[in-house]
């Protein structure tokens, strides 16, 4: 069995009957009433049961991550504290690694040294797309509000 922490980030696919059950699943959880408690949970494996003690939180990211599977989504999970090499930081962001490696040495991306390699903070890098989208979707509604100006046809 591949230990946890190397599947963190690896990205789960659905199959159709993933995403099936993960409709039914998320259906069925999203009725349950919502609240800050722990929650009972029995799991069944076979023929081994057990009646488990979820933290709410714990809870909050399943239904989190059933609603993505239901969707037909890749899901991958990891602690926002964990550190990551520029490959993997350049895979996420969807750029190359030598344009990774100029945001993070003009200080645009937090990182820090072992030995000669960097590595990046997985949080800061989430919160570097998140700024990075965010400009984005502004720079596309000043477009769009130019466009409609000049009267471009857009609406």
Not at 38 to 63: D, H, N
Not at 120 to 135: I, S
Request: hydrophobic share 40%; no cysteine; glycine share 6%.
């Amino acid at each position: 069995m591949v230990a946890a922490t190397d599947m963190l980030l690896t990205p789960i696919h659905p199959t159709d009957e993933d995403v099936d059950l993960a409709q039914r699943s998320s259906t069925a959880l999203s009725r349950l009433p919502g609240g800050p408690d722990a929650l009972k949970v029995t799991v069944s494996r076979g023929r081994t049961e057990a009646r488990v003690t979820l933290p709410a939180i714990a809870f909050q990211m399943l239904e989190m991550i059933l609603e993505e599977l239901a969707q037909g989504r890749s899901v991958a999970l990891a602690p926002i504290d964990r550190e990551i090499s520029t490959q993997k930081a350049a895979d996420l962001l969807n750029v190359s690694r030598p344009h990774l490696v100029k945001l993070l040495e003009s200080g645009r991306i937090p990182f820090r040294k072992v030995g000669s390699h960097r590595r990046v903070r997985l949080g800061d890098l989430l919160e570097y797309k998140v700024r990075m989208d965010a400009e984005a979707d502004r720079a596309f509604s000043e477009l769009v509000q130019q466009a409609q100006e000049l009267g471009m046809g857009y609406e």
